[in-house]
């Protein structure tokens, strides 16, 4: 029989990916074959996130384009999962009448029977049923024969839920309480992913320094000491880590642990102690700075990126201050910055003190602007030198026209596209600056002596080991 076709749309976070690709493969049992064409689908599923307003919008505009897709076809099973579903429930399906399903964040193993229910009885369910702990069969088992694995990098859940009940964020009334998965699943998943050409694993969780401390497990660093001997795997990452709880073994971890890259994300929030305890944040401003201090301590060519929220309730012209005294104080390599928005359960929805939109959007360009300043300088810093690059593909799409016109004419060939360590885009072509070719391929590290910087990416071109020790590779630091 021919396979049914599953078109995802996913909305939000590295999780709702990992969670997408559980998707595709607990209804690949059921005969659902993922592909890109959303006019040929038997079924859609739209993962959402609800992490701020403007991800849930996303999520009901896509939604809202579907009722018309279903009238032409109505055997089509639309089906909404993630965030929103699980905050939301059965309203959708009154709101939305051609949704067939709305299944929440701990019903991705059921999805099999859910949907062959829909196939049979052409019902229309809703299963937001959440479990304390995770199980053996919430994830697919690394060694079923659909344990795919695309391309060179991938993510891996390692926990999921969240305790910390910071006042603004809705993870842990829609993704449940925090629980982590058993170490063996975990190598066991990323060995199978190796078989496939993975080279790179990034662990999930909302907060990895507490990875294991419920169920007795081991503890995150011992979980990286584990995956580290996984032969054929080149390098883990992991986010994110809850500055409250980063360990001293964690620190320990990046000068010990050879694959684990020298990049943490280490989100800050907010500059000002006060608004951090209205956050419920549980750490001070001083806190994080020893934090990052003892991180820059152990490894000081450490990557650190963060996340900030402007505009908080109560957040004033000198709390702000404070945000932008730290952002220059610390120079993170990179910031996600967001513009608070009242989110449905969280207790800052009910603060007093709500700041003005236009103040919110004048201080997030404010902080916007600064870290644009401060990436640039630190990839102008990396023109010269040369930086190890796992090489994940061909593109030239991440190459836009300003950044194309000040590359050396004729190196513009065939471009190819991968990450540092400590996660930069380095795009480079695959011959070396005096003509030497180069047999590129993903997966692989590549050397590359960086020639050009913009705001988002690094260009250069590949060096030969060969190279690397006639003019040794000193002559190339900067
Ligand atoms: S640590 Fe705070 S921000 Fe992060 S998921 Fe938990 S409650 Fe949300």
Redesign the pocket.
């Known amino acids: 029989m021919d396979s049914k076709h599953l078109y995802i749309y996913t909305i939000g976070c590295q999780m709702n990916t990992y969670d997408s690709s559980q998707i595709a493969k607990f209804l690949g049992s059921t005969g659902y074959a993922e592909n890109n064409d959303l006019d040929s689908a038997d079924m859609i599923v739209v993962n959402t996130c609800s992490i701020r307003q403007k991800a849930e919008q996303k999520a009901f505009s896509f939604l809202g384009r579907l009722s018309q897709l279903k009238r032409n076809k109505p055997q089509l099973i639309v089906a909404i999962g993630g965030c929103v579903a699980q905050q939301e429930g059965k309203k959708i399906l009154s709101r939305m009448p051609f949704v067939d399903l709305v299944f929440g964040t701990h019903a991705i193993s059921r999805l099999p029977a859910l949907v062959r229910r829909i196939e049979k009885n052409r019902t229309r369910i809703v299963d937001i049923g959440q479990q304390e702990r995770i199980s053996t069969g919430d994830y697919v088992h690394a060694t079923k024969k659909n344990a795919d694995a695309a391309g060179v990098s991938t993510f891996v859940t390692i926990m999921r839920g969240?305790d910390?009940?910071?006042t603004?964020?809705v993870?842990?009334f829609v993704r449940g309480r925090e629980s982590s998965r058993d170490p063996e699943s975990i190598v066991e998943e990323i060995k199978a992913g190796v078989k496939k050409g993975i080279r790179e694993v990034t662990l999930l969780g909302?907060?990895v320094n507490s990875y294991g401390k419920k169920e007795g497990l081991c503890s995150f660093s011992q979980l990286l000491e584990r995956v580290n001997t996984i032969a054929g795997l080149k390098r883990i990452r992991f986010t994110?880590s809850?500055p409250k709880d980063l360990s001293d073994e964690l620190v320990d971890a990046f000068k010990n642990i050879d694959k684990l890259c020298n990049h943490i994300h280490l989100?800050v929030q907010s500059g000002s102690t006060q608004i951090l305890k209205r956050m419920n944040?549980k750490y001070s401003r001083d806190d994080y700075l020893e934090k990052v201090a003892g991180l820059r301590d152990k490894c000081p060519d450490i990557a650190i990126t963060s996340d900030i929220i402007v505009g908080f309730p109560g957040e004033t012209d000198a709390d702000f201050e404070d945000t932008i005294s730290l952002i220059r104080r610390v120079e993170y390599d990179g910031l996600f910055a967001f513009m608070y928005s009242d989110r449905p359960n969280a207790p800052a929805a009910r603060f007093d003190d709500k700041i003005p939109e236009a103040v919110k959007s004048e201080r997030l360009q404010v902080v916007l602007g600064m870290q644009k300043e401060v990436t640039m300088k630190k990839h102008l810093k990396r023109v010269g030198t040369v930086q190890e690059v796992l090489v994940e593909g061909m593109s030239k799409k991440n190459i836009d026209a300003n950044e194309a016109a000040s590359i050396p004419a004729g190196t513009q060939g065939i471009q190819w596209t991968g990450r540092t360590a400590d996660n930069k885009i380095v795009n480079f072509d695959d011959c070396s600056a005096d003509g030497e070719k180069f047999e590129l391929k993903n997966g692989i590290l590549a050397k590359i002596l960086i020639k050009r910087a913009f705001p988002h990416s690094l260009w250069g071109y590949p060096v030969s080991i060969k190279t690397l020790k006639r003019e040794g590779e000193r002559s190339y630091a900067a």
Do not use: D, F, G, M
Request: charged share 5%; hydrophobic share 5%.
């Open positions: 969240c910390n009940y910071c603004y964020c993870v842990p909302q907060n994110t809850h989100p944040r």
